[in-house]
């Protein structure tokens, strides 16, 4: 039998993909926003989880990157992008203390123009960072030449680096570029030197091997994450690993949402014994999450 789908059909199922969409990215954004998760995705991927970033450190920042610019026909032209997360952290090397931004995206399903996204979101950045600058100097009238006038930029201004990492949240393995150059066809090799690579800096549970760096409940939702697809890793790991005898709530939220169980919990509880709620509710519901088509840069 062959099912035609009408006109409205097809944006019923659109509108509920959506829906489904916006629940795991919200979800998602809650969840990474707590500092001491932040520091501690921060420190894994940077530090190899060496406790560098504490959750003092990090300030919230605005997640919307806008950029105005003046095009050909001198009209202004504002680009605006809007992150899931993105703070500020202060860090001291060698007796030094630096500035740093660090953004966050969450990507439930794989994105394959991922290195677009995130070049896009630290240009947008890096350029409103030097528009901040010429106001600044336009205002203090403290330009020492006619190439630093132009520029809106002087030699001795400096720019405030900006690293996003990529967490991925899905239960299937990334198959996604990691790069620009991956998506790119094959080329002669002497044009290579010539072109720009950007490289996402992907966190994928999936590829974790050493889950004792993370003390927070991301240990547990990483590890579920890892093993959703095989049920019998996940009641194990569930029911013999202490790990799950004291998980915070939102961790079991989280859990619920991203990995597909469906574990009971009382949410006026501050923590759960997973092993406990696991043998209650021992029926694993498989994450189902459609996209049509939808890319989201």
């Excluded at 979800?27 to 406790?51: H, M, P, Q, W």
Aim: proline letters at 3%.
């Amino acid at each position: 039998m062959r099912i035609t789908l009408k006109r409205a059909d097809h944006f019923a199922f659109f509108d509920k993909d959506m829906e489904i969409f916006n629940a795991l990215d919200s979800k998602a954004k809650e969840y990474l926003s707590d500092n001491t998760r932040f520091s501690e995705i921060c420190n894994y991927v940077l530090f190899d989880g060496e406790k560098v970033i504490k959750p003092e450190d990090l300030k919230e920042c605005d997640t919307t990157e806008v950029l105005s610019v003046f095009g050909i026909d001198k009209k202004q032209i504002v680009k605006q992008k809007w992150r899931d997360l993105l703070k500020s952290v202060s860090v001291k090397h060698t007796g030094q203390m630096y500035v740093i931004l660090i953004g966050a995206e969450a990507q439930t399903d794989i994105h394959y123009a991922m290195p677009v996204k995130t070049m896009i979101y630290d240009a947008l950045n890096y350029g409103e960072q030097v528009n901040e600058a010429k106001k600044c100097h336009w205002k203090n009238k403290d330009y020492r030449s006619s190439d630093e006038f132009l520029s809106g930029f002087t030699l001795d201004d400096k720019l405030t680096p900006v690293i996003t990492i990529t967490l991925y949240l899905g239960t299937t393995q990334w198959d996604g570029p990691r790069s620009l150059a991956e998506m790119m066809p094959q080329m002669d090799e002497r044009i290579l030197p010539f072109i720009n690579d950007y490289r996402i800096n992907l966190l994928n549970p999936l590829e974790i091997t050493d889950f004792s760096k993370f003390e927070t409940g991301l240990r547990p939702l990483f590890e579920l994450l890892k093993n959703a697809s095989d049920e019998e890793k996940l009641n194990d790991l569930i029911t013999k690993d202490e790990t799950f005898t004291r998980v915070d709530v939102e961790t079991v939220a989280a859990i619920n949402l991203f990995v597909g169980t469906d574990i009971k919990y009382d949410e006026k509880e501050e923590v759960v014994n997973m092993c406990k709620a696991w043998d209650e509710s021992i029926t694993v519901i498989a994450p189902t999450y459609v996209c049509w088509g939808m890319i989201f840069i």
